[in-house]
């Protein structure tokens, strides 16, 4: 199946500093690529929506100035939390949609990244 | 707005005892449901897509069925490692592709 892979898988950032978070499709060029953050034991939160090409489409309550997102070219899209503070501290998770119909809207998700803000 | 309601929220089940997993949806219009397995700490894995009421795909001990309604994932004879939560996803036609999730449903197999 379709790779999407994510780095760091952990990070650990002091408070004010900024830290960048890769998401790249492996075998196969997203069109789309959605960025999730997940508490403990809960469900996904969509942060935002990012095309190629274009500016994210953030969620509301996701602070745009905060978390950068940039979606440079088919395969490789990033996060940027700006200056973090501990309450920055969760899981982040990206996932990419390879776009077309049928076998090609499946979304796949990359392994998430842990940051800590301390 | 699509909705997706997952049941139960947590399952115990011994090894070898088969069950199912429910996924109730209202969308406009389906593109597609997703079925995804997450274990703890790990981005969701991809496991199915469905398309159309009527669809059933497999991957070893695990089936997925849809209707206009809901989808089941069926698990038969799970072993330990089956143990994880499983995601259930509409995604509607037409819009941004986003795919709305459900709460999961945690699997605990007992061995």
């Known amino acids: 199946g379709a790779v999407v892979s994510q780095h760091p898988s952990r990070v650990i950032c002091k408070s004010g500093t900024s830290v960048k978070i890769e998401c790249r499709s492996l075998?196969?060029?997203?069109?789309?690529m959605f960025w999730y953050r997940q508490f403990p034991k809960q469900s996904l939160m969509l942060m935002a929506t990012s095309n190629e090409g274009s500016k994210a489409t953030y969620e509301q309550g996701v602070e745009k100035d905060k978390f950068l997102i940039n979606h440079a070219s088919l395969t490789l899209s990033t996060l940027t939390v700006t200056s973090a503070h501990p309450e920055d501290s969760s899981f982040y998770i990206c996932?990419?949609?390879?776009?077309?119909?049928?076998?090609?809207?499946?979304?796949?998700f990359g392994e998430g990244s842990w940051l800590t803000v301390v | 707005e699509d909705q997706v309601t997952q049941s139960p929220e947590a399952l115990r089940l011994q090894e070898g005892e088969s069950s199912s997993l429910n996924c109730s949806y209202t969308v406009s219009g389906l593109r597609g449901l997703f079925w995804y397995r997450q274990d703890p700490g790990k981005g969701p894995e991809f496991l199915f897509t469905l398309y159309s009421a009527g669809e059933e795909k497999e991957k070893e001990r695990l089936k997925a069925t849809l209707t206009k309604k809901e989808s089941f994932l069926h698990i038969t004879a799970p072993k330990p490692e089956d143990s994880a939560t499983y995601l259930c996803a509409v995604q509607a036609s037409g819009g941004r592709y986003i795919p709305t999730f459900g709460r999961g449903t945690s699997l605990i197999v007992h061995p």
């Open positions: 075998d196969f060029q997203a069109t789309t």
């Open positions: 996932s990419a949609r390879a776009g077309g119909s049928g076998s090609g809207n499946t979304i796949y």
